[in-house]
């Protein structure tokens, strides 16, 4: 059973930073492409990042491009996001998510069917 746990999210002040993790307890996880996505009140869920099983590819959403760093332990299961310069339009709920076992990195949420259950990041001006 694919289970994922997000932690790391909180208050922060514009322009400060958070660290995001994502455990996972699939023994494969290093067969699968891992992601971020994030919804705020009232939108829809976005893509924020994603990262090959082999972490040799990471792709990210415009607004999010060179603030944001995905990267991933292999080794712990986890993921991490790296989220710098935030802004107020981040706050959101962040949720991690997995494609199945050799599955390349994409950008809909249709393409991950194991997610966690979220974790809350709030930005304030």
């Known amino acids: 059973q694919v289970q994922l746990v997000e932690s790391g999210g909180g208050l922060v002040q514009a322009g400060g930073s958070l660290r995001l993790s994502c455990a996972t307890s699939v023994s494969a996880s290093s067969s699968r492409a891992m992601a971020w996505f994030r919804q705020a009140p009232g939108k829809e869920r976005e893509f924020v990042a994603a990262i090959s099983r082999n972490t040799i590819t990471t792709i990210y959403a415009d607004s999010v491009k060179g603030r944001f760093a995905i990267s991933r332990d292999n080794a712990k299961s986890t993921m991490y996001l790296q989220l710098n310069s935030l802004k107020p339009e981040d706050a959101a709920i962040y949720y991690c998510?997995?494609?199945?076992?050799?599955?390349?990195?994409?950008?809909?949420?249709?393409?991950?069917?194991?997610w966690g259950q979220g974790t809350q990041v709030t930005v304030s001006s």
């Open positions: 998510a997995v494609t199945p076992v050799y599955a390349t990195v994409g950008r809909t949420a249709s393409e991950y069917p194991y």
